[in-house]
């Protein structure tokens, strides 16, 4: 994939070593070049091998099912279907019917049989995602079917047989809810044979200019724009940012970028202003002094200087933001910020 201009110098050159395995998980969807990232990779390559099940933990947004599907894809289990669904999502009444099936007349409205998401994922893997969140009464169902390795439809009284591989996820820490009292012991042991917890993403910034690139080209195909160039400046602020909402978050500030831009190239004033703001400091209701060598200097002095120096500015500018907030060497969204604050109108 080609590198966008503007990101090549943020861009980390991987030992030969690691750029096999680089190549590896490109292809399986996961992006990174980072050591946290390509360690957590090592560990589910070498669990996909088995047929234990998974349980993987990490943040909302860090890429569980990516991975999930990463490990599929790596299994002696691929040629079968990879079937996921979403715990939280669904309300609790529906979510057995959703997973086991329901035979016709099972309950009203159910006018014909209904095949599960276990029975769909036979001799494949089924991902069950926010895992934290099914009823201690359905977890007592989930635990039957692991020992067992067979459901029963809703309503119904055949025995069905089932090969299923089950990773399972959450954006919890499970085992707290089991000291809790929230989650099943037993179960917690049955799913978590391996375990995998993803890194959060300010744990690897150094990922973070390869995402944008690979986030770059997929927007740009989807909504038919072409991105000759990225400011360096977007990358800075990019790195700079903590990212709570992890790789997802990620994506869909790339998204706005590319929707928002004006032309072909990628400026600060494409990107979400959430992630240039910097913490606002209050000014003290009172009047600071500072007094060195019989200078006296107060808050309401500064304020005053600084109120003028961006007047004079904008007067340069014709009253252009852009083009003031140019001459004054801040952002756009600073400068209006400053003006807000010290209501220039």
């Known amino acids: 994939m080609d590198i966008i201009p503007g990101l090549e110098p943020f861009f980390p050159v991987p030992d030969r070593e690691a750029s096999g395995i680089i190549d590896t998980m490109q292809k399986l969807g996961v992006v990174g070049y980072s050591r946290a990232i390509i360690q957590t990779f090592l560990q589910a390559e070498k669990a996909a091998k088995s047929n234990a099940n998974i349980l993987i933990e990490g943040e909302s947004g860090t890429g569980k099912e990516v991975f999930a599907y990463a490990i599929h894809s790596l299994s002696r289990r691929n040629y079968g279907p990879f079937v996921k669904i979403n715990c939280a999502e669904i309300p609790e009444m529906l979510l057995e019917s959703e997973l086991f099936g329901y035979e016709k007349g099972a309950f009203t409205g159910a006018q014909k049989r209904k095949i599960g998401k276990f029975e769909l994922a036979n001799q494949g893997t089924i991902f069950l995602d926010e895992i934290s969140e099914m009823s201690l009464a359905l977890q007592a169902k989930m635990l039957r079917v692991i020992e067992d390795k067979t459901i029963s439809r809703v309503g119904g009284l055949e025995t069905i047989p089932v090969d299923v591989r089950i990773i399972a996820a959450t954006n919890r820490k499970l085992w707290q809810y089991v000291k809790e ?23 690897r910034k150094e990922d973070i200019p390869l995402l944008m690139n690979h986030f770059l080209h997929m927007y740009q195909k989807i909504e038919g724009i072409t991105i000759r160039q990225i400011d360096p400046q977007v990358v800075k602020a990019f790195l700079q940012y903590e990212w709570s909402g992890n790789v ?98």
């Open 181 to 203: 009292g929230k989650f099943r012991e037993d179960l917690y042991y049955r799913l978590n044979v391996v375990s995998l917890s993803l890194p959060p993403l300010r744990q």
């Open 248 to 345: 997802r978050q990620l994506e869909n500030a790339i998204h706005h970028a590319i929707i928002m831009t004006t032309d072909d190239v990628i400026s600060l004033e494409d990107v979400p202003a959430h992630i240039l703001e910097k913490e606002v400091v209050q000014e003290p209701t009172h009047r600071a002094v500072v007094q060195k060598d019989d200078v006296v200097i107060t808050s309401l002095d500064l304020n005053e200087m600084e109120k003028q120096q961006i007047i004079k500015a904008l007067d340069s500018a014709h009253w252009r933001i852009s083009r003031a907030a140019e001459l004054l060497g801040i952002h756009r969204n600073t400068l209006t910020q400053k003006m807000k604050r010290l209501g220039i109108k």
